[in-house]
């Protein structure tokens, strides 16, 4: 990201984790989103450039890691958030962490190592 002088990063999450790349090196996009975002760096699911440039935007306004989530509005007033990815630093970046809990990203459990 500082080779390039990147403020954005975004990653087909669909077409990683069907390839099962992300099984063989044990790692989750989800998480990686919620780092950089709380390092102040836009990290969007599925190469979404209307997700990434809104969190851009608020993050940049706001001061504040983002929340993604991609809605989808069902029938009887339902709400489907798709890409639920909060952020630690949704407070602000110069205030305490929320409260997190890690589990496990797939019935394997690969998804909660450190």
């Given at each position: ?65 983002s929340y993604m989530g991609n809605p989808r509005p069902l029938l009887n007033d339902q709400l489907v958030i798709n890409h639920s990815v909060p952020g630690i630093k949704m407070a602000g970046y110069d205030k ?19």
């Amino acid at each position: 990201m500082q080779k390039y002088s990147c403020n954005a990063f975004t990653v087909e999450c669909f077409e990683l984790c069907a390839s099962r790349l992300a099984d063989k090196y044990l790692i989750t996009p989800c998480l990686l989103h919620t780092l950089l975002k709380d390092e102040g760096i836009a990290s969007a699911c599925e190469a979404d450039l209307n997700a990434l440039l809104a969190m851009r935007l608020l993050m940049s306004i706001a001061k504040k890691s983002s929340y993604m989530g991609n809605p989808r509005p069902l029938l009887n007033d339902q709400l489907v958030i798709n890409h639920s990815v909060p952020g630690i630093k949704m407070a602000g970046y110069d205030k305490p962490d929320l409260p997190y809990h890690l589990r496990h990203f797939v019935e394997s459990g690969w998804g909660q190592r450190l």
